[in-house]
């Protein structure tokens, strides 16, 4: 993340690279970083004679480098994207003698969404020497709170962690929606001022009480009839609420759960930084630490497999979600 801050940064204040190689598995920031050259790079005004778009499936790497070869007029740069660059996956070496010697006044631009560059290889060296290239991975779901407070941050307004959390827990890992109900969010809250769980609750649709990270509280807390309670408004709400993702947000939880019992140092910054959690929410893990000891945990992790199982129908009948989910929870508790 440190890294794509930075180059963004370096965009942002107008240091270009002749190339901009754009890869990995996260094509939420593969879109971000593109769009944001197409902004920066060119004024308005120099488009139409200095921006070439292709598509990967519809272009060949000699055509590409053709575009590439040309001046721009009346303009410092040249924009050249190619989207959907993973479509040239099996020609892709033979840009290896552009990237080698690149045309200063052009800058490239290529999208390889859901593929990678072989590091090994002559075109991988010669971009990394030459221009930029950018690896994007996926954000594990303990790390959506932060991610969340950092693209809020970038717009000049703060999230309390829990109204992060909740946001991260209900929208889930897709990162263009996730972006989108931030961006919701920052339009409601003036700049400089801070983005609650009940602004989360009124503008993006998502109960502050009843969602998987209250769910985990009160079985953490030992909060039986308010457990039930949440799980029965689940059940009654399974389109906003699928139990595969409660179900995957109970067995985060649990792993964390066994993560703490086997730590040495049970110091609240050790815990936070090996369980990826805000140091907040550590007196919770220990709270719940305290109630479900280690000797607990492996058969709770067997049983919320077991409802994931049941859910998707293998080796069994599926069951409604709501019988499911209840099940579940007389167990843990």
Known sequence: ??????????????????????????????DQLSQ?????????????FNQTILYGKDTTIEEIVTVCKRFPMMADHQLVVVREAHALSRSIEKLVAYAAQPQTTTVLVICYKNKELDKRKKLYKAIAKNGTIVETKNIYDDKLPVWIEQCVREQKRKIDFKAAAVLAESVGGDLGILYNQINKLCLVVASGESITANHVEQHVGISKEYNNFELRK?????????????????????RQHPLLGTIRSLHNYFMQLLTYHGLRSKNPNTVAKALGIHPFFVIEIEQAARRYPLKSIVPILGIIKKADLAVKGVDAVPRPEREVLQELISHIV
Do not use: C, W
Request: negative net charge; glycine residues 6%.
């Open 1 to 30: 993340m440190d890294a794509y801050t930075s180059i963004k940064r370096a965009i942002l204040d107008r240091n270009f690279t002749p190339i901009y190689f754009l890869m990995g598995n996260e094509p939420f920031f593969v």
């Open 218 to 238: 009160a079985l953490g807390n030992g909060h039986t009839a308010k457990a039930y309670t949440i799980a029965d408004f689940f059940g009654s709400h399974p």
């Open 36 to 48: 944001l050259l197409i902004d920066t790079v060119l004024y308005e005004d120099q488009r139409d």
